[in-house]
C-alpha cells in the first residue's frame, strides 16, 4: 500500500471513530433520561448514529475504492521529466545562440548583444504585424529563448550560427517562404502571421535554465 493511500485509510478510520465516540456521548444521554420524550429522542439518535455511520462506512469504502484509480490519472515521474530540458548556458558567449530540444522541437536560446537587445526595444509596436514588448517575451534581457518553428508552415528558421543568413531585422530568417524575425523573435516581414513562441522556462541559478 502506498503512503499517501495509507495516509488516506487511517484518517478516514479516524473520522469514523470520532464521530462513533460523538454520537455515543449523545445517545448515552439520551439513555439517561427516563420519559417517553426521551425514548422518542433515544430511537431518533440511534437512526441517525446508524446513519451517519452507514455513510462514513460508505465513503472509506469508495475512497479506498477510487484511490487508485485517482492516483493513476497523474502523470508519471519519468513522464513528468520528459517535459522538461535543463541546459548548461554558463558557456555561451554574448551574441552566440545553441539549439537544444524540447518536447521534440528545436529550441533556440541566444545571448543577446547590448546592439540586440537595444533594437528589440527601440522597434515600434506599431510596426510589428504581432504586437508584443520585447520585455514581456524575456525574463533577463540577455537571453532570449524561442521555439524555433517558424510560424507561417512549421520550418525551422536559420540564424543559429555566426554565418547563417539571419534576415532584414538581423533575428532570424525562414528560407522556405521568406519570414524575416527580429531579435526579440518577433516576425517583422513575410507570410509568417505570429512571433515565434516563447516556451515557459526558468532560471535555475545564472548557469542552469530550466525549459518546461
Ligand atoms: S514556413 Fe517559414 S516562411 Fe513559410
Not at 518536447?103 to 510596426?127: C, T, W
Not at 521568406?178 to 531579435?183: K, V
Amino acid at each position: 500500500m502506498t503512503t499517501p493511500y495509507l495516509v488516506l485509510t487511517v484518517t478516514l478510520i479516524f473520522i469514523f471513530l470520532f464521530i462513533y465516540m460523538v454520537s455515543t456521548v449523545v445517545w448515552g444521554k439520551v439513555v439517561s433520561a427516563n420519559d417517553k420524550k426521551a425514548e422518542l429522542n433515544k430511537e431518533e439518535t440511534r437512526r441517525d448514529f446508524l446513519h451517519v455511520s452507514t455513510i462514513t462506512i460508505g465513503a472509506i469504502g469508495s475512497a479506498t475504492f477510487m484511490w487508485p484509480f485517482i492516483k493513476s490519472m497523474n502523470p508519471a515521474e519519468d513522464t513528468l521529466a520528459l517535459g522538461t530540458t535543463e541546459v548548461d548556458i554558463s558557456n555561451i558567449d554574448e551574441g552566440q545562440s545553441i539549439t537544444v530540444t524540447w518536447r521534440g522541437k528545436p529550441v533556440f536560446i541566444r545571448k543577446r548583444s547590448k546592439e540586440d537587445i537595444a533594437e528589440a526595444k527601440n522597434a515600434k509596436l506599431s510596426n510589428l504585424p504581432d504586437p508584443e514588448k520585447d520585455s514581456d517575451r524575456v525574463k533577463k534581457e540577455d537571453w532570449l529563448i524561442l521555439v524555433g518553428v517558424c510560424t507561417h508552415l512549421g520550418c525551422v528558421p536559420s540564424g543559429q550560427k555566426v554565418s547563417d543568413k539571419k534576415g532584414d531585422f538581423n533575428g532570424w530568417y525562414c528560407p522556405c517562404h521568406g519570414s524575416h524575425y527580429d531579435t526579440s523573435g518577433r516576425i517583422r516581414k513575410g507570410p509568417a502571421p505570429d512571433n515565434m513562441e516563447v516556451p515557459p522556462y526558468k532560471f535555475l541559478n545564472d548557469n542552469t535554465v530550466l525549459i518546461g
